[in-house]
C-alpha cells in the first residue's frame, strides 16, 4: 500500500468532520430573545418618538412605572398602524411564543408550530432616559409578554472599574432558576446597541443600570411593550363562552 492509499484509508476509517443531530432541552426557564430591528422599522420607531417628544401635549406613562426617569411618555399603538409598524411586533411575538412553548414541550413540537396564534399589545411607552437615570428591579404584571427595543445610545463614559465595564447603562434580566454555576448563570447582563430588540416572558425580572456621558447627545431612548397571546382555538372557546353566559343574563 503506497502513502497515497493509506491516507485515503485513513480518512474513510477515521473521518474529520461528521454530522450529529442535537437538541438543547431547557424547560425550566422561559428564554430572553434578542434580535435587531429592520432598518425601517427602526427609521419609523425614531420617527414616531421624536415626534411625541417633541409634542409638549404627549401623555406621561410615568405615574404607572417604576423606573427613576423623567421623560416616560405613552405610546398609542393605534399609531403603530398607520406608520405601517403593527405587523413586524405581531410577529416577533408570534416567534416567541413558538420558540418558548416548543423549548417548554419540544414533544408537542409540530401542534404547537401548527397553532394559529393571536396577539395584542395592551401598551407601549418610551422612555427618553439621561445620565444618573435608571429602573429598578421588577416585572411586568398583568400580561404575557413584555419587550424592548433601543433607539439611540449615547457615548457612554468611561467606567471607575474596568472589571465591571458593561455595567453602566446595561439591561440586567435576573432569575434564580439557575441553581447550577457551572453550566449556567442567575444574571444576563447586556450593555443594548442601537436597534436591538428583547423579547422575554412578563414575569421575567430585569433592571436598568444608570451611566455616565462626557460628551455628545446624552439621551438614551427606548420603547417597552406589554402584549398577550391566546392561540386561536381558546380565543374563540372563551367568546363563544362569554356569549353564551350573557344570553342567559
Known sequence: ??????????????PKSFELPMDLLQPWSVPVMR???????????????DDMIADE??????PGLVGQ?????????????????DKFFDTMIKQ???????????????????????SQILSMWVVSQNPGEYNPIHFHPSCHISAVMYLKIPKWASTEKQHRSRDDGSITFV???????????????????????????SNQLHQVYPYHCDEGDTERRSVSF????????????????LLESQSHE
Do not use: C
Request: overall charge positive.
Open 226 to 241: 406589554n402584549a398577550i397571546f391566546s392561540t386561536e382555538s381558546v380565543f374563540e372557546q372563551q367568546k363563544k363562552n
Open 96 to 118: 416567541f411564543v413558538i420558540y418558548a412553548k416548543t423549548q417548554k414541550s419540544p414533544h408537542d413540537r409540530e401542534e404547537i408550530q401548527n397553532e394559529t396564534w393571536l
Open 57 to 62: 401635549n404627549s401623555i406621561s406613562h410615568g
Open 175 to 201: 432569575s434564580n432558576a439557575s441553581l447550577d454555576r457551572e453550566f449556567s448563570d442567575p444574571t444576563l447582563l447586556l450593555r443594548p446597541e442601537l436597534g436591538d430588540f428583547f423579547v422575554f416572558g
Open 69 to 85: 426617569i423623567k421623560t416616560e411618555l405613552t405610546v398609542d399603538v393605534e399609531r403603530l398602524k398607520k406608520n405601517n409598524l
Open 35 to 49: 434580535t435587531k430591528l429592520p432598518q425601517y422599522v427602526l427609521d419609523g420607531m425614531i420617527k414616531l418618538t
Open 1 to 14: 500500500m503506497n502513502r497515497q492509499q493509506r491516507r485515503k484509508q485513513e480518512k474513510t476509517s477515521n
